[in-house]
């Protein structure tokens, strides 16, 4: 099996995997320099890189590094270490990189507006795949979103089910009105997104989180949202708050972790 068209592969269907290349060799080894092994979120691997206790090793690695979503370099003696009694002394030395596969990352944007024009403009030179939805054809066209990978119109309830969301998509939610807003919000909390974003002061915030928990949706999942959107670097223009919305997916991409208080208390004033 080619490594490369399994990665393109496991990107595609949204997964994790990790590769582990040899990048340096010294003396004898079991293997070659630049030989890969691939092991895919489910455990399964492609390929190989010497077996043995390395490829043991290198296969537990990888999950953390799946995990932390963080490259990892490994240095391997096979004259040394009597672990290596099965076959694996060698007499040389090796060097492994571990680097995370992940999917790209994707803005689903809800609403077609001038703040999504300006997100979806700054996602892109990001490197994020943006998605148009609005229930308006004329502003999820490809004519207003040239760079959108995929654009839907129609009722929010019909597209929601041809959206496929993974832990790699991140919502923006900024349709025109409040009851786009609630209607995408209420479903986005049953997805595996990464990141969930709403438009909006605290006080609409606040209003739509009573609606949602007198539904019965846990006080932590609405936590979990973003509202008011964006990092608050005082934008005001759509531009800028493009800017300042990228700028939180890309610490959640990044595992930074935000100042959360100030919307744990928009959560915590309602009561």
């Known amino acids: 099996m080619d490594i ?6 496991l990107r595609k269907e949204g997964r994790k995997a990790a590769l582990a290349t040899i990048i340096q060799v010294q003396g004898s080894i079991p293997s070659y320099e630049s030989s890969k092994i691939l092991v895919r979120d489910d455990g399964t691997i492609v390929g190989t890189v010497g077996g043995g206790c390395v490829e043991a090793e290198v296969w537990a690695v990888a ?35 571990v680097e995370p596969i992940l999917a790209a990352p994707t803005v689903f944007l ?7 024009l300006a997100i979806s403009k700054v996602a892109s030179l990001a490197g994020f795949d943006t998605v148009v939805i609005d229930d308006r054809e004329a502003f999820a066209s490809k004519e207003r979103f040239p760079e959108a990978r995929e654009n839907f119109f ?50 609409k915030f606040i209003e739509i989180c009573k609606v949602l928990e007198s539904e019965g949706v ?54």
């Open 63 to 97: 999950q953390d590094v799946m995990r932390e979503e963080k490259p990892r370099r490994l240095h391997f003696n096979l004259n040394s270490n009597p672990e290596y009694d099965n076959g694996l002394i060698c007499g040389g030395s090796l060097d492994i990189f």
């Open 4 to 9: 490369y068209a399994e990665i393109a592969k």
């Open 218 to 271: 846990p006080a932590e999942k609405l936590e979990q949202v973003h509202s008011p959107i964006g990092i608050d670097i005082g934008a005001l223009t759509p531009e800028e708050i493009g800017v300042a919305v990228v700028a939180e997916m890309i610490s959640v991409r990044r595992n930074k972790s935000l100042e959360t208080g100030v919307r744990r208390q928009k959560v915590e004033a309602k009561s």
């Open 110 to 116: 809800f609403g077609g507006g001038h703040v999504s």
């Open 154 to 203: 129609g009722p929010w309830e019909d597209i929601f089910a041809k959206l496929e969301i993974n832990e790699f998509s991140y919502l923006a939610i900024v349709s025109r009105g409040h009851k786009g807003d609630l209607a995408c919000l209420r479903w986005a909390l049953t997805t595996p997104a990464r990141y969930i974003g709403m438009i909006g002061s605290r006080r």
